[in-house]
């Protein structure tokens, strides 16, 4: 199995061995229900849908009820696919189990939104006492883009205000500390993207 959905629940921190104190993120993996089974005869490539966090059925279009109910599954709220070429079969469950003490994850997930910021904050220019680029009387102001009758343009990517966060992000090689399988929950060295209980995907 490639991966769980999970939520994460928050941030503390353990002592190792050597006494050293390791920040970690705990999050709630699974059970997971394996909601759809795809197939290259079919789909056209292999891989399953799990499906994680139960829902009201009022919530849930009738569409969707039907698709739950052929998993004989209840509705759920978060629904993943996984690229996955073992034999997995239509209602199973998979939990937390799947990970054990040492492995190493990718958590992805969404960043915490951060509204619409300038300079100084999203790209960490120097502002105030260091001023850069160009400016002279305004602290925080970016300064220069260095276009001029040519180009005649602002190149794309160029670093100014804008919206920040709230962005898919890739956590990769977090190393799973604890597994607590009777609360369905791992320990992962370091910071995972995202808010308390925002959903999760992680990947062996």
Do not use: W
């Amino acid at each position: 199995m490639p991966g769980l959905i999970g939520k994460k629940i928050g941030m503390t921190s353990i002592f190792s061995e050597e006494g050293k104190n390791i920040p970690c993120t705990i999050l709630e993996v699974g059970p997971c229900k394996v909601t759809q089974v795809k197939t290259e005869e079919v789909d056209g490539y292999d891989a399953i849908q799990l499906g994680f966090s139960q829902q009201k059925e009022s919530r849930v279009s009738k569409a969707a009820l039907g698709h739950f109910k052929k998993a004989d599954s209840t509705p759920l709220r978060k629904l993943v696919e996984f690229p996955v070429d073992t034999d997995v079969v239509l209602g199973d469950v998979v939990n937390v189990e799947i990970f054990e003490e040492g492995d190493f994850v990718t958590v992805v997930g969404t960043s915490k939104g951060k509204g619409f910021q300038g300079v100084v904050k999203r790209y960490n220019f120097k502002g105030v006492g260091d001023a850069t680029h160009g400016q002279h009387n305004r602290l925080r102001a970016p300064g220069s883009i260095g276009a001029a009758s040519y180009p005649a343009r602002v190149f794309k990517g160029m670093r100014m205000a804008g919206q920040m966060g709230d962005a898919r992000v890739k956590i990769e090689n977090l190393e799973v500390l604890k597994v607590l399988s009777e609360r369905n929950m791992i320990v992962v060295k370091g910071a995972v993207p995202g808010a308390k209980n925002s959903y999760i995907i992680i990947e062996k």
